[in-house]
């Protein structure tokens, strides 16, 4: 039995001929180096996604800062400032719309860099002081 196994004809034999495997390892580099650039661009755009929610957290703390001190003092000057990477400014416009109560439109935009741009976001609220 031993002579008939070692006798057996060589196209019988099973595995891999080098270009099967050379086939398969650049079939497989390209798959790999496909998911890694769409990886890339999911970081990318959860990257854009979390500096537009901070920005926007900015915006709301300057709008809630302006009109605490509103309240206390009356209304601000405008003015500018930075927060981390985040440059921030705020203005007051007068409600030309509302007549019987002296309105006015605060806006404060927030402005970044990223990848070489300029990214803004502006937010805009509407106060008047209620007087007794």
Do not use: N, Y
């Not at 497989?28 to 990886?39: E, F, N, P, S």
């Not at 755009?45 to 001190?69: F, H």
């Not at 416009?93 to 309105?103: F, G, K, T, V, W």
């Amino acid at each position: 039995m031993r002579v008939a196994a070692m006798m057996s004809p060589i196209g019988s034999k099973s595995g891999f001929t080098l270009v099967e495997v050379v086939v398969s390892v650049v079939v497989l580099a390209v798959g790999v180096t496909g998911m890694l650039i769409a990886l890339g661009r999911i970081l990318e755009g959860a990257s854009l996604v979390v500096a537009e929610a901070q920005a926007t957290q900015v915006a709301q703390d300057m709008l809630a800062e302006v009109e605490l001190e509103a309240l206390a003092r009356g209304p601000a000057p405008p003015s500018t400032g930075t927060h981390g990477r985040f440059q921030w400014a705020w203005r007051s416009d007068p409600d030309r719309h509302a007549p019987p109560r002296p309105l006015e439109i605060w806006t404060v935009t927030v402005t970044w860099p990223v990848r070489g741009q300029t990214r803004s976001l502006e937010l805009t609220r509407v106060w008047g002081k209620i007087s007794s």
